[in-house]
Nanobody, 113 residues
């Protein structure tokens, strides 16, 4: 079973930036589409960004133009560059394969106003 470890979260002010990383235990990114999800307080987990095997990307409207998903297959690492952060971006962020496998612990992102 692949293990996913998210990191890079933290506390930032509105308008700031963070870069999240998702490290995998095996060489899975070359053969799987990958995605970032987030779960805000009181809300269900939502898909916010996806990257295909061929590196095409899709974003939720709420993050489009501000977030960028990318992958480094050689390093088995997925990234999420988050710019122009807003308080509404406050959530626990998770990565996963598509179709979904096991969830990691996520990384907390808190954006203050």
């Amino acid at each position: 079973q692949v293990q996913l470890v998210e990191s890079g979260g933290g506390l930032v002010q509105a308008g700031g930036s963070l870069r999240l990383s998702c490290a995998a235990s095996g060489s899975i990114f070359s053969i799987n589409a990958m995605a970032w999800y987030r779960q805000a307080p009181g809300k269900q987990r939502e898909l916010i960004a996806r990257i295909s095997i061929g590196d095409s990307t899709n974003y939720a409207d709420s993050v489009k133009g501000r977030f960028t998903i990318s992958r480094d297959n050689a390093k088995n690492t997925l990234y999420l560059q988050m710019n122009s952060l807003k308080p509404e971006d406050t959530a626990v962020y998770y990565c996963n394969t598509e179709p979904r496998g096991s969830w990691g612990q996520g990384t907390q992102v808190t954006v203050s106003s």
